[in-house]
């Protein structure tokens, strides 16, 4: 159940105003956010100073805000993937902001604040640590741009977890948002140009949860169906191992090593059956002296052949 995750989001969202005006953008935001400005020796009151801190900030603040979730039993990877998709959202609000990649923001706004460390350090239910969020995020390739993406479904999946009414499970005046959600899904899933693996790891929690919704409802046979990520998405896979191809240098010899071999191997085949038969000529009687030069000049052949294959 993700209600009260996505009305923390809600929540947090409506803090942010951003008005676009012929000089730039005009951001304004709550007060809230101030507790977790970065700390400035040089400041005389702690309050964010551009945009990427007003981000900054509000992360930290919606981190604490998700304490209150873990009644729902909410998985951390599940909530760690829904914070990150909410930061792409709210940096990509501002046009501004040059960074391409959540590496980099995170690296730069959000470690680098001092209010992050104790805020994700603290948590009683231990659901967000920070290295839960520091392998998620450096592990990840695709930009902010492609990840934003994804918050469109998200907010119309929040919608239908927030307008749910537990007393009354007849999902009928749910279809037109289920309709809507399936849609903007499935053109992400379609999105042929955004290939990562976080990419299809969003998209495979948004089906997920579509589907625990729809098992809410008391019927929901005539609620639309999602299309599950395969495998089609560049790097993602859903637990399958797939086979490795077995390397044509390990599977097969190298003909010239082969080439090599056989001659060389015929020379040790040659060695052996000539001293077999002078093991048996010496049984017979054979002089000695002739039996030894008969040896050397034989050697001298065979050692002569081998040094052309070696």
Known sequence: ??????????????????????????????????????????????????????????????????????????????????????????????????????????????????????KTNGYSNN?????????????????????????TPFKLLCKLYTEFD??????????DKAKEFV??????LNDTDTEDISYGEILSTLSNDYDNFKNKCKDSSFLPTVEKIQSTVKGYDKGSVQPIAQSSEVASPNPSIANTLIPVLSIFTA????????????????????QKQYLRDKLKKIKKKMKQYI
């Open 1 to 118: 159940m993700l209600k009260n995750l996505c009305e923390a989001i809600n929540g947090i969202d409506g803090l942010i105003k951003i008005e676009v005006i012929e000089d730039g953008s005009y951001i304004s935001y709550d007060d809230i956010f101030k507790d977790n400005c970065p700390y400035k020796k040089n400041v005389a009151k702690n309050e964010c100073q551009c945009y990427e801190e007003i981000a900054s900030s509000a992360f930290i603040t919606l981190l604490k805000n998700f304490e209150s979730v873990d009644e729902e039993n909410v998985e951390s990877d599940k909530l760690v993937q829904y914070v990150i998709l909410w930061l792409s959202y709210i940096i990509m609000k501002n046009s501004n902001i040059k960074i391409t990649t959540l590496k980099d923001f995170y690296t730069k706004h959000i470690v680098s604040n001092t209010h992050y460390n104790q």
């Open 127 to 151: 659901k967000i640590n920070k290295d839960l969020i520091d392998r998620k995020i450096n592990s990840m390739t695709i930009g902010i741009k492609d990840m934003s993406k994804c918050y």
């Open 166 to 175: 537990v007393n009354n499970s007849d999902c009928t005046k749910y279809l």
């Open 183 to 188: 849609s903007e899904y499935q053109k992400l």
């Open 271 to 290: 060695i052996l059956i000539f001293l077999g038969i002078t093991y048996k000529y010496s049984l017979f009687g054979f002089d000695k002296r002739f």
